[in-house]
């Protein structure tokens, strides 16, 4: 059954929920609701529960404790306690609380997983979590303390205990104790029992959360950084022949491929396709190795894509309930290890971008390089600077996300006694992949400004997408080349970039960038 219906609503079943939807959710506040299927998963497997209960059978996190104390038992007398007490314990973040867009994402996708029915909880709290989403009580959760190996153990407690009444929320625009916020909403608090903490935190949606919106952000981020690429190509008056479909059909890398097809869609129209006399012979490879570059990064953008296809939809508890044979199944599918190592992939891909971007705009100011542009883009130079100081800014940024593309899947600090003996560290992986996204962002506007400024000198007719995005941004950057506070120009055009309306217009004036 499809996830998604009618008026935006997005239908949870633990089995179709998309990477579109999750956006939907995390920054539109789309509505979610459980789909019957669903519901009648949920059933099946809280009847395995109950089952175990009466029988009083010894199963890990049912009837036992956690981690190190796994052969602990504990009574049926003891048993909602020991849910109750294994979020307070695993409550202990640090750090600035997440953005509402993550934890709403966070919800979103850990009651999706707890709705495939593999983890025995019971209706209750599935219909929590949607409805503290729906009504916009969002849990303050700290954003460091999970290694990303039994899941997010620590900032899925946050929002377990949110549930619980003991949490910390914003609601209404305000801090206030959870208790509070359910009861002003028409809620109430969760009572848990068994099985129902373990299974609200053993789960790698911290992990999912991130790394979906990250890669969401990557995509827009690689169609703005290829009309920047074609912009700059235009103002350094590139040699066209460097995207020909039969250079490329002899490396077959898809990415590669589309991105050289997406330079010519950007460039169509323009002069430079019909020049007969080039100023050189070829160009640095800032240039002429775009689709080489530009691909390689998208060709991981998309097997990161297919690793949250699949994660988003994934039962990641522990243990796991098998409803149909009445099995229990003490696992390991909470550990982050295949994100650990997609989210570092999107790291260093993206990261590429900037690193290639930088290197444009150092092209675009510098005399020696630029093809006869005046130095730093300004016609009155020693008086104005230009924008000497925007390649310093691209510079720190590009230089930042070196260090943080460093890969933290290769790290491992071993947790609860040992019994933990390898993490993934793919929630630290997640974080800093996010940062770079934001960062490179930057980079990218820099890189706009610096070709938009660049294009007033050129005198040839530029492309449709090229074109396009020059008039765009011609239209709210100043049109003199004097200094003025350059941050606010900067500023102004990462607002456009983000809201999307760059790649809006190109793509009306040239066609749709990327067959994703």
Known sequence: MPAQNSADKVLIDGENLTLEQILAVARRRAPVALHPSGREKLLKSRAIVENILAQEKVVYGVTTGFGRFSDVLISREDSDTLQENIIMSHACG?????????????????????????????????????NMLNKEIHPVVPGKGSVGASGDLIPLAHIALAMIGLGEVEYCGKPVSSKEALQKAGLRPLKLTAKEGLALINGTQYMSALGSLAFLDA??????????????????????????????????????????????????????????????????????????????TLDALKYTQGVLEIEINSATDNPLIFPESGEVISCGNFHGQPLALALDFLAIAVNELGNISERRIERLVNPALNNGLPAFLTENGGLNSGLMLLQYAAAALVSEGKVLAHPASVDSIPTSGNQEDHVSMGSIAAYKGRQVVRNIAWVIAAELLAAARAMRFISHRPGLGSGAAFRLLSGILPQDDGDRILYKDLQSVYELMQSGRIVREVEEAAGSLLPL
């Open 94 to 130: 640090v750090g600035e609380p997440l953005p509402h867009e993550v934890v709403r994402a966070m919800m979103l996708l850990r009651a999706n997983s707890l709705t495939k029915g593999f983890s025995g909880v019971r209706i209750e709290v599935v219909e929590l979590l949607l």
């Open 219 to 296: 995509i827009e981020l690689f169609k703005s950084a290829s009309i920047a690429a074609a912009m700059t190509f235009e103002a350094l008056e590139g040699i066209v022949s460097a995207f020909d479909p039969k250079v490329h059909e002899l490396r077959p890398h898809g990415g590669q491929r589309i991105c050289a097809a997406m330079m010519l869609k950007l460039l169509q129209g323009s002069d430079l396709l019909t020049r007969r006399e080039q100023k050189r012979i070829q160009d640095a490879y800032t240039l002429r190795c775009i689709p080489q570059v530009h691909g390689a």
